[in-house]
C-alpha cells in the first residue's frame, strides 16, 4: 500500500464536480483507491460516496492506492489532484464558449427572420 496526505486546496472543497474528476480518474486505476478523511475511508471510485463526505477547503485528507500496480496508479492520482484546481478554470472557459456560440446561433435566426 501507498499513501499520499493532501490538503484540498479547492475554496469550495470536494463537491459535485471534483468528486466526479476523481471518480473517474480512479475508475481507471487496477488499485483499490481510497480518500482517508477523518473517521471516513471512502472508495475513490465512487463520486456518491466522496461527495457524502462533505470534504471541506483545507482539510487533510489521505490517498492511498493498493494493489499490483499501486505505485503507478499512485502517480496517475497525484497528477489528476494536481490538475483539480485547473478544471474549475476550464469549466467556465467551457461555459463562456457554449454562451458564445448559443448567442451567435440567436442572432443568425434573428438575421434569417
Given amino acids: 500500500m501507498v499513501s ?6 479547492n475554496h469550495d472543497g470536494i463537491h459535485l464536480e471534483p468528486a466526479k474528476f476523481i471518480a473517474k480518474t480512479a475508475e481507471t486505476c487496477t488499485s483499490l483507491v481510497e480518500i482517508r ?12 460516496n466522496i461527495v457524502s463526505a462533505s ?3 483545507g482539510a487533510e485528507i ?5 494493489g499490483k500496480n499501486e505505485e503507478e496508479d ?3 492520482m497525484l497528477y489528476m ?5 485547473n478544471l474549475k478554470a476550464d469549466e467556465q472557459t467551457q461555459d463562456t464558449k457554449n454562451t458564445k456560440e448559443t448567442k451567435e446561433t440567436e442572432e443568425d435566426k434573428t438575421a434569417l427572420s
Avoid: D, F, Q, W
Avoid at 475511508?41 to 456518491?48: E, F, H, T, V, Y
Avoid at 489532484?81 to 484546481?85: E, G, I, K, N, Y
Fill in 81 to 85: 489532484v494536481h490538475h483539480l484546481r
Fill in 62 to 66: 489521505e490517498l492511498t492506492c493498493e
Fill in 37 to 48: 478523511y477523518r473517521t471516513h475511508i471512502i472508495n475513490a471510485k465512487s463520486m456518491l
Fill in 55 to 57: 470534504i471541506p477547503c
Fill in 74 to 76: 499512485m502517480r496517475h
Fill in 4 to 9: 499520499e496526505k493532501l490538503i484540498v486546496r
